[in-house]
């Protein structure tokens, strides 16, 4: 019998976007612009097919219609290659990482780390993901329950750990691996800042102890992995290849590309490394984190999904790849947190010659900035777009617009990750929400920013009990299906 009261409809805090009433000064701009790019959105950008936004210099595009968004990062994505802009912030940890190049050079990479991503790849990392999640577990057990729990760190902590262990089978305890995840921090800290300089067409050296620290950072977070990626590539080539890590760093260092018959060079491997941590685990604590945030207002749908990870699983000890799988209703709660807060929340591409944006020409050299934030809340897409509806994913409401819901983005360049990401959100998700009940915090609520990911600024902070009693519901077969009307608003 469940006898938790209904959910409350939660709509969960946003910035609260600017009205044609107040002021557009450069100055408000930039002082909102320095909290974060979507503190500068006004209302109507999330109403219409198309922002056109100068900027001293250039002109940047930010198209809304699902259309130009799946012209830009799909069938056009040639024509709308990735902005130098990107790439200068993060040059000094990513090199010439698969994140930021382009053309051949992206494709080669692309083909050589694909196999690393795909379902068998994933297959022989998921023990080394299981013992991270178990790691977790643990530490929340530790964890006094009359104290709030700053769940955002938690979220970056596994990540992190499961990101270092499927790599480079190195766990984050390791004082080294915990020493690397705080250089990252101060550097994504530093290269968002150097990237709000660079929007305004400033150079990175103005505000010195930023780019000066920018710089260390990335040095000295290469110079460590790299000596653990030497060593393990001395060892892969003294054994031929027959070494038993059963990580992807032992996929790409045996790898060689059909094309041009190359393999990965011990720079490169730096490069793909160094980006992989990067990308992997920001993004993932970030979706997991606001997850988690949204249950603490939904009890009745934290006790679905409880139901739902007992039905599924009986233990950490003897969950199978494929049965993560079957968790449904979590895939959908999960789907729908990514809808609201996507955690790379634009995309910064540059138009390469006259190309056209519902029917305005974008000239050569202007920015385009195609936005999942934006999108994913547009007025006209969606029905009530910023309350948090999971069930919108059963009744297909994400699917009514092809180019309106891409929080992994989509086409060729579509994140690499995506099915690493979903694996380990579900599992943590399931094995958590079984063991533990969330609540809000009193004193505290989220700030939500986008800086190089979707973040709160004042972090994530709930309470947390342990679980006495999971609630006898049929998890998703119990959640109604609204039913589904109207076509695509835009074509
Ligand atoms: C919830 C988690 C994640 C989200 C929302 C996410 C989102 C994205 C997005 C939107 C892009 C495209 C960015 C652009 O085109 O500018 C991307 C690219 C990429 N992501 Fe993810 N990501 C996630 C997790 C991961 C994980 C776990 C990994 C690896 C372990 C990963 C590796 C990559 C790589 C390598 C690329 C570059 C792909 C290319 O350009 O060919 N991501 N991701």
Redesign the pocket.
């Known amino acids: 019998m469940d006898e938790l009261p209904q959910d409350k409809p939660f709509k969960p805090p946003y910035p609260t976007p600017l009205k044609k009433s107040d002021k557009r000064s450069w100055f408000n701009l930039y002082k909102r612009g320095r909290k974060s790019w979507i503190h500068t959105m006004y209302e109507g950008s999330y109403r219409n097919k198309l922002s056109v936004i100068k900027l001293p210099g250039f002109k940047l595009f930010m198209p809304k219609r699902p259309e130009d968004v799946s012209k830009v990062l799909g069938g056009d994505y040639k024509d709308f290659p ?1 902005s130098e802009l990107v790439h200068n912030a993060l040059k000094p940890l990513l090199g010439e990482s ?2 930021t190049t382009n053309g051949e050079k ?1 494709e080669r990479q ?1 083909r050589m ?1 694909d196999p690393a991503f795909a379902n068998a790849g994933l297959k022989k990392v998921f023990p080394l993901m299981l013992d991270a999640v178990r790691d977790q577990l643990e530490r929340l057990r530790q964890h006094p329950e009359e104290e709030e729990i700053r769940m955002d760190a938690e979220m970056t902590h596994v990540t992190a750990d499961i ?1 270092m262990r499927t790599i480079l089978s190195k766990p984050i305890k390791d004082r080294e691996a915990l020493e690397v995840f705080h250089w990252f921090e101060d550097f994504q800290e530093k290269a968002s800042r150097v990237n709000v300089l660079a929007a305004f067409k400033l150079p990175s050296w103005i505000i010195p102890w930023d780019y000066l620290r920018w710089k260390k950072r990335g040095k000295q977070i290469r110079e460590v992995l790299g000596e653990v990626i030497r060593e393990r590539y001395k060892e892969f080539t003294d054994k031929e290849g027959e070494t038993e890590y059963g990580d992807i760093l032992e996929v790409l260092m045996g790898v060689e590309d059909e094309e041009t018959q190359t393999k990965f060079s011990e720079v490169e491997l730096i490069d793909q490394v160094v ?2 941590f990067l ?2 685990h920001e ?2 604590a970030s ?1 997991l984190s606001w997850t988690f945030y949204i249950l603490a207002h939904q009890p009745k749908l934290a006790g679905q999904l409880a139901a739902e990870s007992v039905k599924t699983f009986e233990s950490l000890d003897t969950v199978g790849f494929t049965q993560v799988h079957k968790l449904k209703r979590a895939r959908d709660v999960f789907r729908e947190t ?1 809808r609201l807060y ?3 929340a634009f ?2 591409r540059v138009s390469s010659g006259e190309k056209k944006l519902s029917n305005r020409e974008a000239p050569k050299g202007s920015a385009v900035m195609v936005s999942p934030w934006m999108v994913q809340r547009h007025r006209d897409l969606w029905e009530e777009p910023d309350t948090f509806k999971p069930e919108r994913f059963a009744a297909g409401e994400a699917r009514k617009c092809p180019g309106a819901y891409f ?3 989509l086409g060729p ?1 579509v ?4 099915a ?2 979903q694996q380990e ?1 579900l599992l943590i998700i399931s094995s958590i929400v079984r063991e533990f009940e969330f609540s809000p915090s009193e004193t505290h609520e989220p700030d939500p920013a986008s800086r190089i990911t979707l973040r709160s600024l004042n972090g994530i902070l709930l309470k947390m009990k342990k679980r006495e009693v999971i609630p006898e519901v049929a998890g998703s077969e119990e959640v109604p299906v609204p039913e589904q009307t109207g076509k695509c608003p835009f074509s």
């Open positions: 990735k698969i994140f992206w692309r780390m990101i980006m992989l990308a992997g993004t993932s979706a990514l996507p955690p790379v995309f910064a929080p992994f983005s360049r994140c690499i990750g995506a690493f990401a959100a």
